[in-house]
């Protein structure tokens, strides 16, 4: 195992401008990391998830035969960019960071926001969390057209959910076209099991124009017992006086209220 980790190492350093820079970035001497290149020395669980960490690799992985870690290694480069060195650490650093108590979230929540495509509606659409791994991935289904009947348009939204500083960050890809990122800040309410969150979400309307937006948004925790068929039928376009919206979620999502300065998140209400 320690000399295939040591072969599999060397090729990963292969790829990066020099091996006093991979040592630097991995908070540690070069001559400890000679020693792991020339299999003399064999890196604690910690120091070993920290090396897979920064190549953007699993620890299973980096202890593979290189017979079978070269191929892998290759076929991964060919589908993933430049450097899995820097995005690998980078993503890493991020999740290490981030708040163990946003496993709280994990759940299904309905989402509350006024469409950008369609003004004066407002649109709901279903997330699911679920933390794995140490990682909080969620989906966002999004479903326009009539409530509780068939709908021609359905997007799915993949993301992974971050906490920092009490804040709750997404950031999520959309699937089906695949030409959208969204971004949102939310306020959790700090409960053992987080209910409601309100924030600010960033992203671009579904129309031609495709307008870059700031809009509030509020996402209240869905009962359990009901699958996520019933809950994705409750999902569409509401007129904003619909007996759908909850008054208290109209009021955090109105748009038309903003500071002098800034467009931030409502929280009086």
Do not use: W
């Amino acid at each position: 195992m320690q000399d295939a980790f040591s072969e599999n190492l060397r090729l990963l350093c292969s790829y990066m401008t020099s091996i006093t820079d991979v040592a630097r970035r991995l908070g540690i001497n070069r001559s400890q990391l000679n020693k792991y290149l020339a299999g003399t020395s064999f890196p604690r669980p910690a120091m070993l998830r920290k090396i897979a960490d920064f190549f953007g690799v699993e620890v299973h992985e980096v202890l593979l035969p290189p017979e079978e870690f070269a191929p892998l290694l290759r076929s991964r480069r060919a589908s993933g960019g430049e450097s899995l060195g820097i995005l690998g650490s980078t993503i890493a650093a991020m999740v290490r960071g981030s708040d163990p108590r946003l496993r709280a979230v994990d759940g299904t929540f309905f989402e509350y926001y006024y469409s950008l495509s369609s003004p004066g509606k407002v649109i709901r659409t279903l997330m699911i969390f679920e933390t794995r791994d140490g990682v909080t991935y969620y989906r966002r289904l999004e479903r326009l057209g009539k409530v509780r009947g068939r709908s021609a348009r359905h997007f799915r939204f993949d993301g992974v959910a971050l906490m920092f500083g009490d804040r709750v960050f997404l950031a999520d890809y959309e699937r089906t076209a695949g030409i959208e990122l969204t971004h949102t800040v939310l306020y959790p309410d700090y409960n053992d099991v987080i209910s409601e969150m309100v924030g600010i979400k960033l992203g671009v309307s579904g129309n031609r124009q495709r307008t870059p937006c700031a809009f509030r948004v509020c996402l209240q925790r869905v009962r359990r017992g009901r699958s996520v068929l019933h809950n994705l039928r409750r999902c569409g376009l509401f007129a904003e006086d619909s007996p759908e919206i909850p008054a208290a979620v109209r009021e955090v999502i109105d748009n038309r209220i903003s500071g002098p300065h800034h467009f931030t998140a409502l929280l009086d209400r």
